[in-house]
Each structure stands twice: as C-alpha cells, then as structure tokens.
C-alpha cells in the first residue's frame, strides 16, 4: 500500500512496485486509511508525511496502535523532515527514505522489511 499526495510520485512507486509483481494499491490522502489497511492486509505500507487531509505520522500511529495493524511495517517517506526529526508521540516507522529517492534503495528497503516480517 502506498498513500502519497503526489500522482508523479505514487505513479513511480505503483508502477516499480507492480513491475516487482506486488499487488499494489494506491492512496493520495489518508482518509480511511485504517480501513483501507484492513480491506487490504498489505505486506508493507509505504506512506509520505506531508498528505493534504493528514499527518502521515498520524496515520502511522493509527497503525502502530491498532492490534490488528501494528505489525504490518511502514516506510516513511518525506522531503521536509529526516530520519531524526519525523517521529510523532514515539511512534516510529520500520523504516525511513527522504526524498527524493533511488529506486534501487527504495527497493532494497521494501525487501529488507518483507523479510523482518517473515521471520
């Protein structure tokens, strides 16, 4: 699942993601978003921060808070804040990227999450 207000960018992502063959839905605003995970059970949820309805960090404890999410991981993605400067109330992703990003670093972080969660 990716949830990114920028269509360029959730265009890039959607398409590199389904070229990998994931199955990939696409958000441009957080509304539902709990919903929206639970309809779909992603693998990984791959959210930007600064959305036009929310805080992405918002949404990430929405995640990390619910029994039923909690252990889906997410990537953060943001132009305006760091790996160090982005966490909400303690709530921390699995993992964060700055944009703008490689592909091939993007990629290697997904899989690196994959395999936490197989283990």
Excluded at 11 to 23: G, Y
Aim: charged content about 25%.
């Amino acid at each position: 699942m990716v949830i990114e207000d920028n269509h360029a960018i959730l265009d890039v992502i959607t398409l590199i993601l389904e070229s990998e063959a994931f199955n990939v839905v696409g958000l441009n605003k957080g509304a539902n978003f709990i919903n929206h995970v639970k309809e779909f059970q992603p693998d990984v949820v791959i959210m930007d921060i600064m959305l036009p309805d929310i805080d992405g960090r918002v949404l990430l404890k929405e995640l990390k808070e619910n029994n039923l999410t909690k252990h889906i991981p997410a990537l953060m993605i943001s132009a305006r804040y760091n790996a160090t400067n982005y966490m909400l109330d303690n709530v921390e992703a699995d993992d964060f990227m700055a944009k703008p990003f490689n592909i091939d670093e993007l990629m290697d972080k997904i899989y690196s999450l994959l395999k936490k969660t197989k283990l």
